[in-house]
């Protein structure tokens, strides 16, 4: 006989972490499911394109503006490739607004002076700003007109100022590093939303089915948390394979049907930028799930926890490298490129916007490992002992108490 | 096979188990009985390596232990509270929770296969574990427990949510297994089931060992080992039953008839004497007691 302690990895413990991850991955990734969900993605977007085009085409309407007094403009001078004017100084006020009413016309315009102008509508449209701009060029022509400049001294008054752009960075931001840094930001994204609605399925779910016991009679919790994190990343992963590929694939598309220029994304990737924004996306989508996994084990009833709300969390780092976008290089964003919870998203955008030193972008990954590693051994620790609580939730203080009593 | 010295748990001010020390011998049936709320699934879960013990210690057998640890691949665990992935076919059910415990997929497979055409499920091993009904379903978790051969296997509750005949099919292959080499643990409330498989019985009581043996053994600890059935021709007061010589214990049946427990050195006759000295006797048998009359004597007023 020997005496035992009742914790134990048992031989073969990264087989059996295989082996769930093999498990939770083929339980949620249906490849028939996956291609069902490519084909009605393509749908919609040919959906959404087409009403989309369909919307910019028929934007294309001419508005009809009686105009009722022209004052100081001269009529020929009112144009605008959006709006045709008419003249109506001829017809009676009140027949005008009746035709706006009815929708035969979409304003009546009066130039009361060079100052002054008036303009009846049905509602408050958009365009009407754009006939502001081109009223304010007639009256500033008008104005030139009566300070008798000559033709040369307006079109100088008028010019504007050349600003020559000198970049003094050596390399150049490029509009493919741009696409590529928002596009992998959200796939991580939608990677790590995946991951939080398998995690609770996959745990809770598990709880509530009372699966749990006999497997963790089988394998040690903490194989058992490493195999759902492992796994359900690799199905987060796998969705981002396969939505990247559909993305370049709608892009090559949409090149060879309108020729523009998406293909090219391919030549201009900066190879370093992609390895970064892979390793990123990675850990960034192993640290969420094992976050998700850790917060899973301490709910019982996902319908009624509290805690529910926590699995919102991972929206904050990309909000954060939203705001990486305007400032690159502030302290705080800079902090937060090297921060666990938010560098897999705001280092690739600032990698992208600015100049990153490596040591930087080396600190960043492996405080993002070192997390990585925390949060799966805290989601084991918390599973060990949550796993048999049925009917409440535990505390903080209960938490806190066998994370440090676990092994 | 596995031994326990002085076990405790308590969950928060309730002492679940206290100061167990049993053993199971390699190749037996042994069963864990109690009343609900007793220990046995504490206990259980502290063998599975589910839950620690507080105090005390779990010794295995050594070809049980690898590195100081405990073999899981030498268990196998029926839980209580079991389930299973509804929307899994059968078959892959059975290869996953297997192959947790065993490498060896091909043998596995092999195996559900055989298990699954015993239980007269091999033409549902595709199906969805959801399609089943609960006693087909209850057939899978148990093969699933016993899949992989274990040398040790813990069935908590095996008989529930079965009828008759396959209460009587799963105690069949209960003593199977056990003939087979794998050494069981057993706790469930059909006690006339396990009284028939088991070779050593503990009654546990608020945590603790009430009695631990043979059926044979624990009879003569607590009730008897003979029982006398007999019915009077008129009322006999509890009183006059209580003051009887020789009498361990007695019980009022139906109507006139009594179960009386005889003290083991007293005479068959004596004890018939006084009886018929108390009302005229109309019927008269004797019998070994019961599993399930001990189980009552020893935790009547305390089952909940």
Same mark, same amino acid.
């Given at each position: 006989m020997n005496a035992v302690q009742q914790e134990q990895s048992e031989p073969g413990k990264a087989r059996a972490v295989l082996q769930v991850a093999k498990w939770e991955f083929n339980r949620f990734f249906k490849i028939k499911s996956m291609i069902s969900s490519v084909v009605w993605t393509l749908v919609f977007m040919v959906i959404g394109g087409g009403v989309g085009y369909w919307l910019a085409a028929s934007s294309d309407e001419t508005f009809q503006i009686a105009v009722v007094d022209y004052g100081p403009i001269h009529q020929d001078s009112l144009y605008h490739e959006t709006a045709q004017f008419h003249n109506r100084t001829e017809v009676p006020f009140d027949s005008l607004l009746a035709s706006l009413q009815q929708r035969e016309i979409h304003a009546v315009l009066s130039v009361d002076s060079p100052d002054e102008a008036r303009i009846w509508t049905q509602g408050e449209p958009g365009w009407v700003q754009v006939l502001q701009l081109r009223l304010d060029e007639l009256r500033s022509d008008f104005k030139i007109r009566q300070y008798d400049l000559t033709e040369e001294a307006h079109a100088d008054i008028i010019a504007p100022m050349a600003l020559e752009r000198i970049n003094t960075r050596e390399t150049v931001v490029s509009r493919a590093d741009k696409v590529l840094a928002g596009v992998a930001i959200s796939l991580v994204l939608m990677a790590v939303f995946l991951g939080f609605a398998y995690q609770f399925t996959a745990i809770t779910g598990e709880k509530q089915q009372r699966i749990t016991e006999q497997i963790v009679s089988a394998i040690h919790p903490q194989a058992w948390i490493d195999g759902k994190i492992l796994g359900i990343s690799a199905i987060g992963l796998a969705n981002i394979l396969v939505y990247g590929i559909l993305g370049l694939f709608v892009s090559m598309m949409l090149y060879l049907v309108f020729g523009t220029v998406f293909p090219n994304v391919l030549l201009m990737i900066n190879p370093m930028l992609l390895i970064v924004f892979l390793s990123m996306s990675v850990l960034g989508v192993l640290m969420w799930n094992s976050f998700l996994a850790a917060v899973a084990a301490t709910i019982d009833d996902p319908n009624s926890s509290e805690r529910s709300a926590l699995m919102l969390l991972p929206t904050l780092p990309v909000l954060f490298a939203f705001f990486a976008l305007f400032h690159p290089d502030s302290t705080a964003i800079s902090i937060m490129g090297w921060f666990p919870l938010t560098s897999f998203a705001v280092m690739p955008a600032r990698m992208v916007l600015t100049e990153v030193a490596v040591w930087e972008v080396l600190v960043a990954l492996i405080l993002l490992v070192a997390v990585v590693w925390l949060f799966r051994r805290l989601a084991g620790r918390i599973f060990a002992f949550s796993m048999m609580i049925h009917g409440k939730e535990p505390g903080m203080k209960e938490m806190v108490h066998w994370f440090k009593r676990a092994e | 096979m596995i031994e326990l010295e002085s076990v405790c748990k308590s969950y928060q001010r309730v002492k679940a188990v206290d100061a167990l020390s049993f053993s199971v011998k390699?190749?037996?049936?042994?069963?864990?009985?109690?009343?609900?709320?007793?220990?046995?699934?504490?206990?259980? %879960?502290?063998?599975?390596?589910?839950?620690?013990? $507080?105090?005390?210690?779990?010794?295995?057998?050594?070809?049980?232990? +690898?590195? @100081?640890?405990?073999?899981?691949? %030498?268990?196998? +665990?029926?839980?209580?509270?079991? @389930?299973? +992935?509804?929307?899994?076919?059968?078959?892959?059910?059975?290869? +996953?929770?297997?192959?947790?415990?065993?490498?060896? =997929?091909?043998?596995?497979? =092999?195996?559900?296969?055989?298990?699954?055409?015993?239980?007269?499920?091999?033409?549902?091993?595709? /199906?969805?574990?959801?399609?089943?009904?609960?006693?087909? =379903?209850?057939?899978?978790?148990?093969?699933?427990?016993?899949?992989? %051969?274990?040398?040790?296997?813990?069935?908590?509750?095996?008989?529930?949510?079965? /009828?008759?005949?396959?209460?009587?099919?799963?105690?069949?292959?209960?003593?199977?297994?056990?003939?087979?080499?794998?050494?069981?643990?057993?706790?469930?409330?059909?006690? =006339?089931?396990?009284?028939?498989?088991? $070779?050593r019985i503990l009654l546990l009581d608020s945590g603790r060992e009430r009695v631990c043996g043979t059926l044979q053994e624990i009879r003569a600890k607590t009730i008897s080992n003979r029982k006398i059935s007999v019915r009077f021709e008129e009322e006999v007061s509890i009183d006059k039953m209580k003051n009887l010589k020789g009498v361990r214990d007695s019980s009022n049946q139906e109507g006139n008839s009594w179960d009386v427990y005889p003290e083991e050195q007293f005479e068959l006759n004596q004890i018939l004497k006084q009886l018929s000295e108390l009302a005229p006797i109309t019927d008269v048998n004797t019998s070994e007691s019961g599993l399930h009359e001990i189980f009552l004597h020893s935790f009547n007023n305390k089952s909940n």
């Open positions: - | 390699e190749g037996e049936i042994f069963a864990l009985l109690g009343p609900n709320g007793a220990g046995k699934t504490t206990c259980i %879960r502290m063998i599975m390596q589910i839950i620690q013990p $507080d105090e005390g210690l779990i010794r295995f057998d050594d070809r049980m232990v +690898y590195n @100081g640890k405990v073999r899981r691949s %030498r268990l196998g +665990y029926l839980p209580e509270e079991r @389930g299973l +992935y509804p929307d899994t076919p059968v078959l892959d059910t059975l290869l +996953y929770l297997g192959g947790l415990r065993h490498s060896d =997929q091909k043998g596995l497979k =092999q195996n559900a296969l055989e298990w699954l055409k015993r239980f007269g499920l091999l033409d549902r091993r595709k /199906d969805k574990i959801s399609t089943l009904s609960k006693g087909n =379903q209850q057939k899978v978790q148990f093969i699933a427990s016993v899949l992989h %051969r274990p040398d040790f296997a813990v069935l908590d509750e095996p008989f529930s949510g079965f /009828d008759p005949i396959n209460q009587e099919m799963i105690s069949d292959v209960i003593r199977e297994l056990r003939n087979n080499g794998t050494t069981i643990l057993l706790s469930a409330h059909q006690m =006339q089931l396990v009284e028939r498989i088991a $070779d």
